[in-house]
Structures are given as C-alpha cells and as structure tokens.
T-cell receptor
Framework: DAGVIQSPRHEVTEMGQEVTLRCKPISGHNSLFWYRQTMMRGLELLIYFNNNVPIDDSGMPEDRFSAKMPNASFSTLKIQPSEPRDSAVYFC????????????FGNGTRLTVT | AQSVTQLGSHVSVSEGALVLLRCNYSSSVPPYLFWYVQYPNQGLQLLLKYTSAATLVKGINGFEAEFKKSETSFHLTKPSAHMSDAAEYFCAVLFYNQGGKLIFGQGTELSVKP
C-alpha cells in the first residue's frame, strides 16, 4: 500500500504566482480531504470530496483557492494568485468514507510564498 | 454542533512517567472520536479510535484512551513515556452524518525529558 501521495513536498514561490498542489489518494478510498496546518490556526479542513464530488468547501479561505478531483485517483488544490499568508503545510487525506473509517494522511506539501 | 477541545497546548513529562493528554468533545449524537500523532515533518498517523464497542480503547505504541460520556472526555494516556513519544497529538471528532468530515482539536505538543 503506497499510502496517500502528495507532490511536491516543498514549494517556494513568489507572491502572485499560481501554485498547484497534487494528491493521489489510496486506491479504493472514495473520500478525499484537503487540510491546511499553520501554527496560528492549527489544522483546518479546507474542502472534502466524496466520490469525486465536492461535499463541503466552506473551509476554503478565499476565491483564490480552488480544488478539483477529476477522477478517483487524483486531486489538485490551486492557489491563484498566491500570497505570503498562504504559507503553510497542506495535507491531503483519504478514507473509505464509511462510518468511522479513519483518515489516512499524506506527508504534506510545505508551501512558502515570499 | 460537534467540536473537540484539547486542554494544554504543551505537555512535558520525564521519561518513564505517565502521559496524560486531555480531550473534551461536544456532540449532540454519539460521537466517533480519534487520536492522531504527528512527528516532525510528517503527516498524521492514527493512534486509536473510539467506535462505541468499548469505552477503553487501546492503540499503537502503548497508548490508550477512555471514553467517558458523563464527562464528555476522551483523554489519551500511556503508563510510561519514552523519548520516541515526543510529537504532537491531535484529538478529532467525526461528523459521520456529513460523509465523514473530521474536525481536529488544536493539538498538544508532548515533550519527553531524559
């Protein structure tokens, strides 16, 4: 089992640039989650999908943030344009989406916007 | 509404001492509760989960947690701390009526002194 795979592990970009974060969930998992982690705000749920359909995007901070899940094995989180306050670690997680099935996390993408 | 609160952002214990990390939840329905651990520069790993089958739940690495409905608590304990237990620990509650949305507490950083 390869686990949840995120890329890149680190991203450094300049303010105003577009940033795309990628996630491959565990095969067979039908729920996918994007979280953001910062010192100030802890772990925040940004958006989650069930069977490739966005269920709740109320955590997406601004219109600059968008997420897609074109198929069951791939998701992207895009920030356009990026700002320094977007600097954080972004985690993707997946689960089988039934009952109390736990989330399995990737190792995260550390984003730095200068 | 469901929520989770972790008491104490930092806990420090000596090696061999008891570890107690506190978590209280608020839920209008029987909750699904989880403890996750995060080591530096890594994603979150599941320690244990409460599923209503038993109030005392055993997890990995010698950790356990007891669900106390009367106190709305799900505290995490380990009888004897090891240096390798130093990490950040997160309590989480599952919104199972919303497709498995998982909300985390603010986290507790555990330090272990030699």
């Amino acid at each position: 089992d390869a686990g949840v795979i995120q890329s890149p592990r680190h991203e450094v970009t300049e303010m105003g640039q577009e940033v795309t974060l990628r996630c491959k969930p565990i095969s067979g998992h039908n729920s996918l989650f994007w979280y953001r982690q910062t010192m100030m705000r802890g772990l925040e749920l940004l958006i989650y999908f069930n069977n490739n359909v966005p269920i709740d995007d109320s955590g997406m901070p601004e219109d600059r943030f968008s997420a897609k899940m074109p198929n069951a094995s791939f998701s992207t989180l895009k920030i356009q344009p990026s700002e320094p306050r977007d600097s954080a670690v972004y985690f993707c997680a997946s689960s089988i989406g039934q009952g109390n099935s736990p989330l399995h996390f990737g190792n995260g993408t550390r984003l730095t916007v200068t | 509404a469901q929520s989770v609160t972790q008491l104490g952002s930092h806990v420090s214990v000596s090696e061999g001492a008891l570890v107690l990390l506190r978590c209280n939840y608020s839920s209008s329905v029987p909750p699904y509760l989880f403890w996750y651990v995060q080591y530096p520069n890594q994603g979150l790993q599941l320690l244990l989960k409460y599923t209503s089958a038993a109030t005392l739940v055993k997890g990995i690495n010698g950790f356990e947690a007891e669900f106390k409905k009367s106190e709305t608590s799900f505290h995490l304990t380990k009888p004897s701390a090891h240096m390798s237990d130093a990490a950040e620990y997160f309590c989480a509650v599952l919104f199972y009526n919303q497709g498995g949305k998982l909300i985390f507490g603010q986290g507790t950083e555990l330090s272990v002194k030699p």
